[in-house]
């Protein structure tokens, strides 16, 4: 009777484990052994390269970058906290004000230092 109930599931998992193996061993298979001189070059829409592709960008793209990220997981974490908030002890809601209280100070200085004009 066991073995009827976990049939399914032993074949799911054998079917799960086998497809990715098998398309690796195919992959092995029918793949190129001879590598083309473009596949080595830098991809830009089919054409060729021309001049450098290391280029410096400004260090404002990498502040908005972190400033997005921070109203990310403000977002992220105060949905959670707002779903969970009736059962979360005392030290819970300590911990996850004190974290969102950082996150808002980071927000409120990049404010405050005008870095986020578009907002």
Not at 29 to 35: A, D, G, I, S, V
Not at 57 to 65: E, G, P, S
Not at 98 to 104: A, M
Request: glycine share 4%.
């Amino acid at each position: 009777m066991l073995v009827d109930d976990y049939f399914p599931v032993a074949m799911f998992a054998l079917v799960a484990l086998l497809i990715p193996a098998v398309a690796i061993i195919m992959g092995k298979l029918f793949r190129p052994t001879k590598q083309a001189e473009m596949r080595n070059t830098t991809y830009e829409c089919g054409e060729r390269p021309i001049g450098v592709a290391q280029i410096q960008f400004h260090v404002q793209f990498y502040i908005y970058a972190i400033i997005f990220v921070a109203f990310d997981i403000l977002t992220v974490f105060l949905i959670v906290w707002a779903m969970a908030f009736d059962g979360l002890s005392d030290i819970a809601n300590i911990a996850a004000i004190t974290f969102l209280v950082i996150l808002l100070a980071g927000v409120y200085y990049s404010l405050k230092k005008e870095r986020i004009l578009w907002i």
